[in-house]
Structure formats: structure tokens, C-alpha cells
């Protein structure tokens, strides 16, 4: 950046003085991940107010060649939505307007910044659900669910965030604004060029806002069960209609949560993996399967990872496994040679696993250790929460080199000063 360029002075003078931050009481907040495990630093945060605000930003940073961090509700896991080298960070917060419903399109256009929480009320309100739910729904924004792809516990029955996506805005390296928003439910009119930013982590584009689908609930009475499996395997097995999400957690994970809540042990019996089973349908259980049914038995589940940073600072990998290979992948992570206390859980019916380590000596020889075994058994090594700064080299090695040339040719043509979330899949 130019030294004769007043980037402060000028991102001052475009959103107003009170929406640049630069003294760091109040930046840390932005510049450190939800875990504890990244902290950056910032030239300024800036919060613009308006999509034109937005542009104008971009532009004065293009201009400065200055890098820029969008970021909504700072709760990725990845590293990804902090500035690492004095990046400007872009907090999209303030963009939180709402439309009202449309009922004909079943649809609501929603800015970046609102939460998913805000969403969800807004859609509960008039009998309609928005799909994806996460238990960071009071923080996680629109935005940042849609540049990451979220998942949640409800993509075995209603999809990812990608499926819920059926327009946005974008503001792109060079200021320029597009929009697909105000589309009508079916067009052909040439490939959507938007989607890409669906999974792109702040580096092709800042969304300003989307147009989300909304469902109708169906209706049918359902219940939410805790089974004890002795293997992930069992658990596959109880896979069937009407199911809405399946979810499972280890041992350690209850214990811990039990402690850190105060909780009392919801089954009994003590069993290597629990299962959280949400359906409309009749399980297929046998008889002799320890289980309860009680509705407040999420908070044993969503209390995990908010129960993990309690404990310190966590290594968190989200990764992927081949059904038939997740027990065993649960064996060799456990057999690893000292990465600290282990905790495992995840959305049993995509293959994800959560490998959350706490007090590991090496951290980052535990992650290496635990991607190659992911990688050896045919998984992925990322399910839901993203590349970020955690897996770049990762992403490299893994993925094939038609993809990254691609993905290199798509950066280069919509970034091509590397302006955009410079250390997230580049770095
Ligand atoms: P941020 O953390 O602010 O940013 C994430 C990424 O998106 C960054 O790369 C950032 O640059 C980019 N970004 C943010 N906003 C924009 C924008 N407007 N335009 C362009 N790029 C943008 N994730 C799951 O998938 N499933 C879960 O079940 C889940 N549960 C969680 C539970 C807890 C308690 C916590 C803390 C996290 C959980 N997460 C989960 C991870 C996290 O909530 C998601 O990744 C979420 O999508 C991040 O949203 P955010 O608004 O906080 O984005
Ligand atoms: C979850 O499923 O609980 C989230 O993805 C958060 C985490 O991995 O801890
Ligand atoms: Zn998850």
C-alpha cells in the first residue's frame, strides 16, 4: 500500500467515523476466532451500513491495494473470518434488514447480517421453517452461512445452505454490485454465476444479501430420541423414513457436557456412542436397545462444542468419512500417540465426524496425524465448516489439480489483485 494513501481517513469519511474501529479494545472481538485459537490483527474494522456503502469500501481498498476480510458473526471454525496480517476487516453485521415473507415464491430476502436465529423467527412466525439451523443461530449470519455452506443437523432431511440459496447479491474486487435476487422461482436464462460464491469463504465476493427459501412444515408429529450404539454402525442402521436428523456423540462428550452443565445422565447405562434421533416415522429398534424419547434432549447435543472451548483451547477437525469406514476411523483416532483428550461427534448421516482435541502438545502433529488417516480411508478433509486457514495445504494435496486450476483461473479473473480474504485457500 502506498504510504501517501490515508486508508483510515478514507474509510472514515465513507461510513462515518463511528463505524471504523481501530483502537484494539474494540477490534479483539473481530480479530480473534470463536475458539481462541487464532488471533489477528487489523488496519481498522469497518461496519458498513448499506451495499453502497459496501462498494465504496471495496473500492477505496482495491484502490489502496489493501486486503480486506468480509466477516459476519465470527463464528467459523476455520480461521477464516479473522484478518491474520493487518487485513481490513469488513463486518457485515449491519446489514440486517429483513423483507417480509413472500408467501407466492415461499421465499424472504434477508440482508448478510442477520443472524440465523432472526431468520428462523421470522419464518416460524408465519408457519414456515428456514431449513438450516445451527447452534451458533444467535451469531451466524446469512453471509457467512452462505460463504461457508453451512450444514447443520437437518441436512439428512432439508439440505445444506446451498440448497436453500436462490438468489443474491454480491459485491465483487472492483466495487461492482450483481444481483440475482429479485429472480423469478425458475429461470434458464444461462449458468448462475452467483452459486459460486455458495462455499467461497470471503475470497471471490462480498454477499450483501439473499433470497432464501422458506419450507412448510409437514406437519407430522415427530420425536426426539437418545439411543446408546456401541458403534457408529448401529447407529447407520437406524436410518430410515421420516427421519429428520441423526446425530451422535461419544462418551467423552457426555460426560463433559453433564459436568459442564449440570446435567443429569439422560439414559441409562454407559455406551461408547450416543445417538440424538429426530423423526416422524417408527424406528426400526430392537427390543433390547437402551433408549429414551424427551424433546429437551438437544441441549446434550448442542452443548458440545460450547462445553469443549470451556476445557481449552480446542484442535476442532470437521471431516468426512465413508459410512462403512467410521468405526474404524474412531479406533485409529484414538489410538493416535498422545493428541490430547479426545472428543468425537457429528451429523451421523453424512459421514461427518468432529475430531475436537484439548490439551494436545503439538497441535499441529495431531492435525497432520488425523487429516492423513482421513485421507487414507477415503474421506474428506472438510464436511461442513470449511478450508480457512486450518487446511490450505490440505486443500492443495487433496484436491485435484483440475479443480485448483479452475479455482485458480476463477480467483484470478474475479480477484486478480488478491484483495479478497488473501490467507483463506491461497494463504
Ligand atoms: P464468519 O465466521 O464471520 O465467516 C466465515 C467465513 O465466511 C469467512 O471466511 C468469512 O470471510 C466469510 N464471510 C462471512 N460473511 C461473509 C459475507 N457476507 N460475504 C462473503 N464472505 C463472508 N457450522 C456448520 O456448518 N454446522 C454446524 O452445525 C455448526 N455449528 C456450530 C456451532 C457453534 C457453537 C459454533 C461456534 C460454530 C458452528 N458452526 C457450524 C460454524 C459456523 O457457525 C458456521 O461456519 C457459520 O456458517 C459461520 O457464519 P458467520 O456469520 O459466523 O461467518
Ligand atoms: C457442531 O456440529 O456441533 C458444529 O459443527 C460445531 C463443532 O464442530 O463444534
Ligand atoms: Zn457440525
Redesign the pocket.
Known sequence: MSPAVDLVGDLRETVGSAQVLTDPDLTIGYVRD?TGRWTGNTTAVVRPGSVEEVQRVVRICQEAGAPL?????????VG??IPHRGEVLLS?RRLDWLRPIEHDTGSVIAG?GVTLGTLQAHARKEGLVYAVD???RD???V??????N????FVVSRGDTRRQVRGLEVVFADGSVVSTIETLPKVSTGPDLLQT?IG???TL????SARLHLSIPNGAEHMVMLIGADTLADGLRVMGPGLRAIEFFDRACLEAVMEHRGLVRPIQGDFPFYLLVETTGNLDLEESSPAVVDRSLWVYRESI??TINGLGVPLKLDVALPFDRMDEFADAVRALDAPGAIFLYG?LAEGNFHVNTVGSPDPDRASEAILGLVVSMGGAIAS???I?VAKTGWWRRTTDPGSIELARRVKEALDPNRIL?PQ?FWG
Open positions: 470463536w476480510v468480509p466477516q459476519g458473526g465470527n463464528t467459523g471454525l477464516g473470518s457485515l448478510a445451527l447452534a451458533s451469531s451466524a449470519t453471509g457467512g452461512t452462505i460463504a461457508t453451512a450444514g447443520g443437523a460464491m467461497s469463504e470471503g465476493g462480498v454477499i450483501t462444542t460450547e451429523h461442513e465448516h470449511g480457512g480474504n483463506v
